[in-house]
């Protein structure tokens, strides 16, 4: 569906037909675009593995900490590519806890070598040990859209099957409004418990660190 035709359903399922409105196109716009990142998040419905903006960051030697594209929110591999030529490989998610308890009174953040270790922070990424070599990391992971609805003609990036669905959650933002013309809040939250029911409930940031980090089992161990 195109944006307007999401609009023009919101409008005949929120009663709000008639000009002038009481929600503007701006906001709903920004409530589907809002949906559109909440499926995104609690289905995992984007999946990115080609992009090269979104999916390569080129490595400095001394230098561990890296910027992750704005889109992408949880990594599903990781790839470490040097760039003089010796074999690349894979590098394992873990966390600042699980490397603290391996090394134990070994201070690991200091250690230099070939990166084969990452923790994945809120907008960025940490190399472990720091890297000796330039090289290149190659990412795949889940991201939202690249860019948010704006046209009447834009669609949503995600399946079509999913479209009619988001405007449960624009309902949802609209009813919530404290305004005692349209403020429900029994309609506000019927349309987010529809829109729960078919995107799934929102992970919390700890279920999402907890679900891109390897078990401590499968932690590749590393030596200064």
Known sequence: MQLSQLIQRFRVLANDKVEPYFNEDESVIDWLNDAVNEACIRGRLLHESENDVVCKIDVLMGSSRYQLHDSLYELSRVW???????????????????????????????????????????????????????????????????????????????????HVHLIQWALHKAFSVPDAEFFDADRSAMAEHEFTNYFGDRPDSDIRRITREDVPHVVQPFMP
């Not at 490989?89 to 070598?113: A, K, P």
């Open 80 to 162: 470490f590519q040097p760039s003089d030529g010796t074999k690349g490989d894979s590098i394992s998610l873990t966390s600042v806890e699980t490397l603290d308890h391996m090394h134990g009174r070994e201070n690991w953040t200091e250690y230099s070598g070939c990166p084969c270790l990452a923790i994945q922070e809120d907008t960025g990424i940490r190399l472990v040990p720091i890297p000796d070599v330039d090289g290149e990391l190659q990412l795949e992971g889940y991201r939202v859209p690249l860019k948010p609805m704006e046209l009447d003609s834009d669609v949503p990036e995600i399946n079509q099957i999913h």
